[in-house]
Each structure stands twice: as structure tokens, then as C-alpha cells.
Antibody, heavy 118, light 110 residues
Framework: DVRLVESGGGLIQPGRSLRLSCTTS????????MSWFRQAPGKGLEWVGF??????????ESAASVKGRFTISRDDSKSAAYLNMSSLKVEDTAVYFC?????????WGQGTLVTVSS | QSVLTQPPSVSAAPGQKVTVSCSGS????????VSWYRQFPGTAPKLLIY???RRPSGIPDRFSGSKSGTSVTLGITGLQTGDEADYYC???????????FGGGTKLTVL
């Protein structure tokens, strides 16, 4: 059974850094690119970025709103993807989801809440 | 302001059919496949339609997708109260080099 589980969210002060993890099981992780999304309270879905598979250089694409502050990485040996967030702003407050894929997202985690507040 | 445009809400009676529209431009819908997602409050999105009209296994044929130019439409027949949710269209935008979504459409089954 395919499973994605996000972790690492919580309350964090503006300007600080936080790393989210997406641990997976039930599929060959190294065969899939992975994406991150977020959803601010009461708002719609927003793409954060994705990371390609190793054979494509594990390169990343990111949304303009997070470029230079957020980075995505992966560890195929742990079947996990990561979202490293720095210089956090109040407007980064959202539920963060990881998902499998880069254009069609067929499996999602349950999300982890990040609250940026002083 | 979302790159893709969806109506904020639609409604229909149980058993009826409803359509949800999603319009974009040549750099997104017009040149890339579109997916549709359903999201219940407090839960993760779920893939309903991909590649404009294809259904993942387990998605009933009550759900359909179509495309015409720079617009796509999600159709749901035989509406059930359990279909009340938010529906999002999404695709890649070749100009922005980003995944873009519509603002979401809240479906109410009256």
C-alpha cells in the first residue's frame, strides 16, 4: 500500500528555518519525482516545488514565492523527500503536503501544519 | 489570483449532473495535460482525473474530464451528498515553469 507521511511541522518564529520530511513506503521511491505543496488556512492549493529522480540529476524546480528560501532534497536510501525552509515569513503559514509526481499527483500525504508566528 | 480560473462554487440536486469549468491559457491548459483533484475539509487532495480525461483506477465513471482549447471541464453525474467537496484543476505552465492550480470550486449537493 502506497503511503506518504509528512512530519516536522510546528510553530516557528519568523526568520527561522525548518525542515519537513516526507517518508514513503509501498513503492519504489527512486523511480518517482516528488513534489511539495502547501495550503494556507482557508485558501487553495499552492505548488511549492518538485525534485526529479536521480537519473535526471535530482534537479529541482520551485515556485517563485519560495525560490531562494526553500530547497527540496531527497534520500533514495531512506525513501524520503525533504523541504528545507529558511527565512520563514508569516505568510508561509500553511499545511504542507508532499505528493508523488511532477504533473499528475496520484498519491498525497496527510499534510503537516507549519505556523510562522512570533 | 490563481493562474487558472474556476467558479468559486457550483450546486446541483442529488442524482443530477454538474460541471466545473477551468480556464487558462496557451502556456498551461492549451499545451499541457490537466488533472482534477477533490479535497474534503481537513484532508489531502485526491486525484480524480489526469491527462485531461483519464480516470485512475478506483474512480467511478460518474467522473469525467474534457478539454477544448484552453479550457477543461470536470463532469460529475449521479450526484451524491458525499460529493460535496472542493475541486481543483491543475497543470504545468510552460511559461512560468510552475505547476498552477485553479482557485478551487466548492460543490454543494442541495
Amino acid at each position: 500500500d502506497v503511503r506518504l507521511v509528512e512530519s516536522g511541522g510546528g510553530l516557528i518564529q519568523p526568520g527561522r528555518s525548518l525542515r519537513l520530511s516526507c517518508t514513503t513506503s509501498g513503492f519504489t521511491f527512486s523511480d518517482y519525482p516528488m513534489s511539495w505543496f502547501r495550503q494556507a488556512p482557508g485558501k487553495g492549493l499552492e505548488w511549492v516545488g518538485f525534485i526529479r529522480i536521480k537519473s535526471y540529476g535530482a534537479t529541482t524546480e520551485s515556485a517563485a514565492s519560495v525560490k531562494g528560501r526553500f530547497t527540496i532534497s531527497r534520500d533514495d536510501s531512506k525513501s524520503a523527500a525533504y523541504l528545507n525552509m529558511s527565512s520563514l515569513k508569516v505568510e508561509d503559514t500553511a499545511v504542507y503536503f508532499c505528493s508523488r509526481g511532477v504533473s499528475t499527483f496520484d498519491r498525497w500525504g496527510q499534510g503537516t501544519l507549519v505556523t510562522v508566528s512570533s | 489570483q490563481s493562474v487558472l480560473t474556476q467558479p468559486p462554487s457550483v450546486s446541483a440536486a442529488p442524482g443530477q449532473k454538474v460541471t466545473v469549468s477551468c480556464s487558462g491559457s496557451s502556456s498551461n491548459i492549451g499545451s499541457n495535460y490537466v488533472s482534477w483533484y477533490r479535497q474534503f475539509p481537513g484532508t489531502a487532495p485526491k486525484l480524480l482525473i489526469y491527462d485531461d480525461f483519464r480516470r485512475p483506477s478506483g474512480i467511478p465513471d460518474r467522473f469525467s474530464g474534457s478539454k477544448s482549447g484552453t479550457s477543461v471541464t470536470l463532469g460529475i453525474t449521479g450526484l451524491q451528498t458525499g460529493d460535496e467537496a472542493d475541486y481543483y484543476c491543475g497543470t504545468w505552465d510552460s511559461g512560468l515553469r510552475a505547476v498552477v492550480f485553479g482557485g478551487g470550486t466548492k460543490l454543494t449537493v442541495l
